[in-house]
């Protein structure tokens, strides 16, 4: 990839950030193809993306789109849910894929395991993104933070490579930095991640509500997620993360707690199961993780009458 030349980039999952980064590249002057269901991609072909955004501004970018990916590409972004990557991942086989650069922005800790069965441990590059986007409809994204923020790692992977795809997004706006560890990445991000969409979701609400009304609540979960995400990466503390909180626009929501409010699956097992798997394995207690998950569980798949 030469980050001075246009490259083709596949988007799988053009929602809320998967649809933002599209727009972003396309309009920077790179080819962007969206790999999406059936009714999606045609209304991306039809109408673009339409981003309305505090950051970049409001613009509408064309990009192609198709059901599955039948072409080799530069760079494959996978930006669907957890909850659907199974099934998404059926739409981007490994011989299109080539030699691509597979960077997936998903939320959890287990995914890159999946995605290095699937294609090859020196293509696929962790990355996590700080971002509040969300997908109003086929092809429109509301982008609310002021700041789009890339990590992207990949243990196997050439740095040649990496610094490559961080200098094209950064190009591109999406301020992007390399790091030299996946595992500690994903760690950093699942830290502060965790609490907040956990809470949010069972309380129903943002994070300004929640870090005044239950910062206490808050606070302990915290802390209890920190211990276990200090096993993978040891400088993560509780003051770090409670800072970030603070920092947050007080009407901001996490995208699991807006998936419950859109009927959505969560994303669960990916956020809270992990967590507990984690805390099994180095046996380090989760009282407050594991009540949550149970009762997050039992409000997304009620018990019949």
């Excluded at 009714?39 to 955004?53: D, E, K, P, Y």
């Excluded at 002021?146 to 740095?159: C, E, R």
């Excluded at 997620?225 to 626009?249: H, K, L, Q």
């Amino acid at each position: 990839m030469n980050d001075s030349a246009p490259s083709t980039v596949a988007v799988l999952g053009p929602g809320g950030v998967g649809g933002l980064l599209a727009a972003l590249l396309a309009r920077a002057g790179h080819r962007v193809i969206c790999v999406a269901g059936e009714s999606t991609a045609a209304t991306l072909l039809r109408t673009g993306i339409s981003v309305h955004s505090t950051q970049f501004g409001d613009f509408t970018a064309a990009v192609e789109a198709v059901t599955e990916l039948t072409e080799p590409v530069d760079l494959c972004l996978i930006t669907c849910k957890q909850t659907a990557l199974q099934a998404a991942l059926q739409r981007v086989p490994p011989a299109a894929v080539d030699n691509a650069l597979i960077v997936p922005l998903l939320n959890g800790v287990e995914h890159p395991d999946l995605l290095c069965r699937r294609y090859r441990p020196e293509l696929v590059a962790p990355a996590v993104i700080r971002v509040e986007s969300t997908r109003t409809a086929p092809g429109v994204i509301e982008h609310g933070s002021p700041f789009t923020d890339i990590d992207l790692a990949g243990d196997a992977v050439p740095s040649p490579r990496l610094d490559a795809t961080a200098a094209m997004l950064n190009a591109a706006g999406v301020r992007t930095k390399v790091q030299p560890d996946q595992t500690a990445t994903l760690w950093r991000k699942m830290s502060f991640l965790a609490p907040m969409a956990l809470l949010t979701t069972r309380h129903a609400l943002p994070i300004g509500e929640l870090r005044s009304a239950r910062r206490q609540e808050l606070l302990e979960l915290v802390e209890e997620t920190t211990a276990i995400g200090r096993t993978f990466a040891p400088e993560i503390n509780t003051d770090t993360v409670m800072r970030a909180y603070d920092d947050f626009p007080p009407e901001t929501k996490s995208s699991m707690q807006r998936d419950a409010e859109a009927a959505r699956p969560l994303e669960l097992d990916a956020i809270g199961g992990a967590l507990l798997r984690a805390a099994d394995q180095h046996a380090i207690p989760a009282p407050i993780t594991r009540t949550l998950v149970t009762e997050l569980t039992a409000l997304a798949h009620p018990a019949a009458p």
